[in-house]
């Protein structure tokens, strides 16, 4: 990991500086593994300064919003010394899979992140805390804060009331303690179907804040989890899970987005509740708030992902054109360029909407620095050097990288048959083009200056060909060559030594920068958003390896595609233009 990265502070930074500052977590013991307090409590004192997590639920594949939340969990965990956890938040028996759950590690690895700390290894699965989930709801309902409710779901909604007005008690909230546990402990143990009961939380039914009006914690579901098999047939609710995991887990900040501000008093008095008997470990984690990353010109709900993929709108899951993690892979972009957009972006309060330019700016900077330059001809035509001698070939030399001689120079076969771009070269000029015409000169970069005398037509009259003739002593880095003052410099490759190889042009999956703003977002996907063209490319091309990535002078940024290519066979997927041409 690269650490050239600047930091910039934010809220989040000022409220750990605080608390370390006040030393409000360093009194705190661990045992180096997930528990509850008295297993805690007689582990040494935390090593790691601070505790961050991200935790995804295994249901779906990464995407660039969850990018941000892995730099800056990972980021402040590096930063202040601390651990930052990969934690699967799999407490919902139906939808997780082993698929994502490979897909999630590949994907926080590839960012550059590392979850272990010392010895610990700080994989962890919230569904092996079920046990302990569960004794703390039967702790609360021995203390009168929870009970169960026997209403139906409807009856449930129409008690909760509104905004304006207080919800009203259910006609089972005065339930015993004794007959409340006797009750959950059928629920656990099978005898009633699905949404026969639930346990909740016994908190103020008139309570300004509806998520505090005695909220769900249980629910009987009859389904098999993917850990845990049939033990369970009871599982916990988002908003009781997540802050138990944090508190098992000794984490100090827990960090997500701005919809779950709302269940921070909840968040609060559960834990408080739960340090109060003695089931978590002090101090307890705090709940911090920060605005969701919304990017331009794609779409990062899972939801919508799923139906591009599902309807077949994109070829999968790592399309390149996709705003995933493994698409984003594919495509050629960077671990270090997400990491500094993640940066540049920072944390705020308050949603924005930022310019994809912004995240592609962030690309080109990292490819800029670390793309070998190669040479490609995307639209070929051909050019006939006709005072050339047939049969002569030689070399010219190429550098690497224009600014590091360090990583230094390849030859470049030169003939008498080059293909050069298309539009390199114009019949009859428009005004203000350099480059080719008939009775013009321009200097075939790395090599020699021409001089264009003409084309030849097929019956149809499209060009064929140009024809040209050579300066013998205008070769690039022989004494004297820069006598030779031209404004135009084309890029080319040798017919003889070229090859074709497949190259796609990704271009925006979307055309407007809100999708689904005005109209269903599948009527917004640009239909061209990809051409597959078959381009000529430099001999040294043909040995790059999957994910190798170069700069293809004048074009932009290409990488080998780690799926499709082959060996001595590579395909090329275009990453970002040179410039942002996006009109
Ligand atoms: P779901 O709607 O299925 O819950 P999700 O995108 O929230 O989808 P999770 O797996 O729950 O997916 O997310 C894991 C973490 O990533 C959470 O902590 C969440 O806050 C964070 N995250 C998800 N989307 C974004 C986003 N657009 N910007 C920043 N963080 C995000
Ligand atoms: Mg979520």
Known sequence: MTNDETRVSNFIRNIIDADLKAGKYAGRTWSGTPGPAAQQLVGPADAAKIRTRFPPEPNGYLH?????????????????????HLRFDDTNPEKEEQEYVDSIVDAVKWLGWDWRFGNETNLYYASNYFQWMYDFAETLIRHGEAYVDSQSAEEMRANRGTLTEPGKPSPFRSRTPDENLDLFR??????????????????DMASGNINLRDPAIYRIRKATHHNTGDAWCLYP???????????????????????????????????????????????LPQQIEFARLNLTYVVLSKRKLIQLVDEKHVTGWD?????????????????????????????????????????????????????????AVLD???????NYPEGQEELCEAPNHPQKPDWGKRPVPFAKELWIEREDFMEVPSKGY????????????????????GCEKDAAGNIVAV???????????????????????????????????????????????QPGA?????????????????????PALRDAKAEDRFQFERHGYFVADRVDSQPGAPVFNRTVGLKDTWK
Not at 67 to 78: D, E, M, T, V, Y
Not at 340 to 369: P, W
Not at 380 to 385: N, V
């Open 64 to 84: 660039f919003g969850h990018a941000k939340s892995i730099c800056l969990n990972f980021g402040l965990a590096r930063d202040y010394g601390g651990a930052c």
């Open 186 to 203: 059928r629920m656990k143990a099978g005898e009633f179907a699905d949404g026969a009961h639930v346990l909740r939380a016994k908190i």
């Open 518 to 538: 005005e109209r269903d977002f599948l009527d917004d996907i640009n239909p061209d958003s990809v051409k597959t063209i078959s381009a000529q490319l430099e």
């Open 434 to 453: 350099f480059r080719l015409f008939p009775g013009n000169r321009v200097r075939l970069r790395y090599g020699f200056v021409v001089e264009c005398t």
């Open 467 to 513: 024809h040209c003739n050579y300066f013998a002593d205008s070769k690039s880095g022989t004494p004297g060559s820069d006598s030779y003052k031209v404004k135009g410099n084309i890029h080319w490759v040798s017919a003889k030594h070229s090859y074709a190889a497949e190259v796609r042009l990704y271009d925006r999956l979307f055309k407007v920068p």
């Open 319 to 375: 399309d390149p054109r996709l705003p995933t993690l493994v698409g984003a892979r594919r495509r050629g972009y960077t671990a270090e360029g997400f990491r500094k957009f993640a940066e540049m972006i920072g944390v705020t309060k308050s949603d924005s909407l930022i310019d994809y330019s912004v995240f592609e700016e962030c690309q080109r900077d990292v490819l800029n620095d670390s793309a070998a330059r190669r040479i």
């Open 380 to 386: 070929p035509l051909k050019l006939i050097i006709d």
């Open 237 to 283: 609710m988002y908003t009781y899970a997540h802050p138990i995991e944090d508190a098992l887990e000794n984490i100090t900040h827990s960090i997500c987005t701005l919809e779950f501000e709302d269940q921070r008093p909840f968040y609060d008095w559960l834990l408080g509740k739960l340090a109060e008997h003695g089931c978590v470990n002090t101090p």
